[in-house]
């Protein structure tokens, strides 16, 4: 079956300051999607990065970024000069025909 | 301007009286699908549909049906809510199954009683 882990439940950092946020994933697939979801207290669901596997660079949206692990399954998130509107639940989440997601972490960015 | 909306956005119910949480999209995707969300779980999907006419189970099916009569609409029902049904729900669409970007609706917190 395929998994997603998240194993950070919770994370706090100082605003400006750089975080990352841990995911892997198991499958047998070799074509699939990863993602990053922001879920911020008004509950929408916001796109905040994707990967797919079939590209080896990382891909980068701003202030965030990704560290791409085929090998590794794993697929951690990065973000840079983190500002107050970072602090959100955030979704790791891997996709062929079915979207599985991890359980999620919630960053709060520390003024 | 391209969205999914999703009615109603807050329903409280009592145990055993069907539902449905209505989901239409825009974009003429073909990809459709249900999620519920509980806090500690993420999210679970609960049944999607590749095309009109055809719908799959996910992996928490039991309790809800779907269908897909027109590419745009693709309604969850519970024929019998129970309390174990309370959560938040999202449906979301895509282009197609591995399109890579799935859009989604605003949410339904249900609540059964």
């Known amino acids: 079956a395929q998994t997603v882990t998240q194993s950070q439940p919770e994370m706090s950092v100082q605003e400006a300051e750089t975080v990352t946020l841990s995911c892997t994933y198991d499958?047998?697939?070799?074509?699939?999607?990863l993602f990053w979801y922001k879920q911020p207290p008004s509950r929408q669901m916001i796109l905040v990065i994707r990967q797919e596997a079939y590209k080896q660079q990382n891909a980068t949206e701003n202030r965030f970024s990704v560290n791409f692990q085929k090998a590794a399954k794993s697929f951690s998130l990065k973000i840079s000069d983190s500002q107050l509107g970072d602090t959100a639940m955030y979704f790791c989440?891997?996709?062929?025909?079915?979207?599985?997601w991890g359980a999620g972490t919630k960053l709060i960015i520390k003024p | 301007e391209a969205q999914v909306t999703q009615n109603p956005r807050y329903l409280i119910t009592v145990t055993g009286k069907k539902l449905t949480v209505t989901c239409s999209q825009n974009?003429?995707?073909?990809?459709m699908s249900w999620y519920r969300q509980d806090p500690g779980l993420g999210l679970r999907q609960i049944y999607y549909s590749m095309n009109v006419e055809v719908t799959d189970k996910g992996d928490v099916p039991e309790g809800y049906k779907v269908s897909r009569k027109e590419k745009r609409n693709f309604p969850l029902i519970l024929e019998s809510p129970s309390p174990n049904q309370t959560s938040l729900y999202f449906c979301?669409?895509?282009?197609?199954?591995?399109?890579?970007?799935?859009?989604f609706g605003s949410g339904t917190q249900l609540s059964v009683l």
């Open positions: 499958t047998s697939e070799s074509n699939y999607y």
């Open positions: 979301a669409s895509s282009r197609a199954a591995l399109a890579g970007k799935l859009f």
């Open positions: 989440a891997f996709m062929n025909y079915q979207l599985i």
């Open positions: 974009m003429n995707h073909e990809y």
